[in-house]
């Protein structure tokens, strides 16, 4: 036999590297188990393909900038609320019944400042509720304004922890509108975003909203927005109000029909 020369040797063992020289040394050609990855603690939002829709959608409400007026219902009481998304990234959000129950009328409003409350009455005071960056308390938060503000930075994350789904109209014969439902995923204790229904319009305006704090339905023409966001009063030092809910209105008794009287017999 013909002694291998050490060049033609090297050659050989590096041609097995690339190749199951074990498998095949022995005669077995079965081809190694592939090891799965460890699943991750977040499901990708975008999994699926309502999941990719709606970060298409999101994407363009990002930069989409208008004023929009909303019927605004809780605790079975609508208002309108006026929504102002501006061209510098400012916003304001005038809530009619949005503090003390629904006994004041407020205005949240963002700006390069911070965020303010604003009441929107003779007084006409703003007060700030939180820092540039920073979170606003519940206390003083109307909650209407986050499915344009930071919801749609959560959705075009592909990383965050919800499940996207297709949804049903909002809207009775709302066709120009796609709706998606969005749930925390199982793994998570916290979402981003509570259970909701989120329905977008292909411009990227926001048509109509279900949520555990009310819901936002798309009222009138959409309106060209304003180069910033203007607070409506001066800012003061006084203490911003509270934000609860009104109360829901307790149900009318039931009218239960008075007994007829009784008729005396005839006399004999």
Known sequence: MRRLSPLVIAVASLLCLGSACNGSASGDDTPSPQVAPAPSATAPIGSSEAAGVMTGLAAVAKDRHYIAAYEFTRSRETVIVTASLATDGSWRFDVPGGALGGKQDISIVQNRQGTFQCVLDKTNACA?????????????????????????????????????????????????????????????????????????????????????????????????????????????????????????????????????????????
């Open 128 to 268: 700030r509720v939180a820092k540039p960056e920073q979170d606003v308390p519940r206390r003083f938060d109307p909650l209407v304004q986050h499915p344009f503000t930071d919801w749609i930075d959560v959705l075009l994350s592909r990383t965050a922890p919800l499940s996207i789904a297709y949804a049903e109209p909002l809207v009775d014969g709302d066709e120009a509108s796609r709706c998606f439902s969005m749930e925390r995923n199982s793994v998570t204790v916290d979402a981003p975003i509570p259970t909701s229904t989120l329905c977008l319009a292909e411009d990227g305006v926001i048509t109509a909203v279900d949520s555990p704090w009310g819901s936002l339905r798309l009222s009138g023409e959409v309106m060209p927005p304003t180069s910033r966001a203007k607070l409506p009063a001066v800012v003061t030092d006084d203490e911003p109000l509270s934000t609860s809910p009104p109360p829901k209105p307790s149900p009318k008794p039931s009218k239960t029909p008075s007994p007829s009287p009784s008729k005396k017999p005839a006399d004999d």
